[in-house]
């Protein structure tokens, strides 16, 4: 009775018996099974800019080396390699994201927005927005709306308790305003920081600014306002400077 007990168990489940159990079965160079190789991951490759217009043509050939001289002559930026070249150290981040949501004859449609900032802490600040159905090309377009927006900063020391010749805050008072949101930047003495609330700090981290005091009036959370405001802002220590 045993014998035939045995012999069915033996026979009803498959790979025991007189079968050995085999691992590491599959193509050599392979693991255990069920275990998949990963292949090593592609580097982006770094895009090629062409230049297009006429102003991209004097910067890619060097005739044009700064900002400033394109904003002296009155020229119009169409081209954010034009910045990327004048500007290597530009750095670009993501401040907002959000959600469109509209009601149309074929029922709801629903987009994404994006806010970008793009700095190198050292004087030059640009924002972007961007609306796509997809969030990365959202983000794309927003970036390459920062790139053309950017605008130099003038730094330097207007706080009467400093008086020092480093730039690390504004040089005077400024206002801007963007929507319903007025934004006003006054300079502070060095070591005091950024008062600030933390994307309108943000924004002024990018820009190069390390003290200074600020005053918010507005609906400050719609950073759409916000963000143009600070920009307008800071444009006029480059204009009124």
């Known amino acids: 009775m045993s014998q035939t007990t045995q012999t069915k168990s033996t026979q009803g489940r498959p790979g025991q018996g007189s079968r050995p159990v085999q691992y590491g079965g599959g193509r050599p160079g392979q693991g255990r099974p069920g275990q998949t190789n990963r292949r090593p991951r592609r580097e982006p490759e770094p895009e090629i800019w062409v230049p297009k217009t006429t102003l991209g043509h004097k910067v890619a050939s060097g005739e044009i080396s700064s900002i400033e001289e394109i904003i002296e002559a009155g020229l119009r930026i169409q081209e954010a390699g034009i910045i990327k070249k004048l500007l290597p150290d530009l750095k670009s981040e993501v401040i907002d994201v959000g959600i469109i949501q509209k009601m149309?004859?074929?029922?709801?449609?629903t987009r994404f927005k994006a806010i970008v900032a793009a700095g190198n802490g050292n004087g030059y600040l640009g924002v972007g927005q961007g609306k796509s159905k997809q969030m990365r090309i959202a983000i794309e377009k927003a970036t390459n709306q920062a790139f053309l927006n950017v605008s130099p900063i003038k730094l330097g020391c207007?706080?009467?308790?400093?008086?020092?010749?480093?730039?690390?805050?504004?040089?005077?008072?400024?206002?801007?305003?963007?929507?319903?949101?007025?934004?006003?930047?006054?300079?502070?003495?060095?070591?005091?920081?950024?008062?600030?609330?933390?994307k309108i700090k943000r924004l002024l981290e990018l820009a190069g600014l390390k003290d200074?005091?600020?005053?918010?009036?507005?609906?400050?959370?719609?950073?759409?306002?916000?963000?143009?405001?600070v920009l307008e802002c800071l444009r006029q220590t480059f204009s009124q400077g």
């Open 212 to 229: 200074a005091w600020t005053t918010a009036k507005g609906s400050t959370p719609t950073m759409n306002s916000t963000s143009k405001a």
């Open 104 to 109: 149309t004859s074929n029922g709801q449609s």
């Open 158 to 198: 207007g706080s009467w308790e400093c008086r020092c010749d480093q730039k690390h805050s504004v040089p005077f008072k400024i206002r801007g305003k963007g929507g319903s949101v007025t934004i006003e930047i006054i300079p502070a003495p060095r070591g005091l920081g950024l008062v600030a609330g933390g």
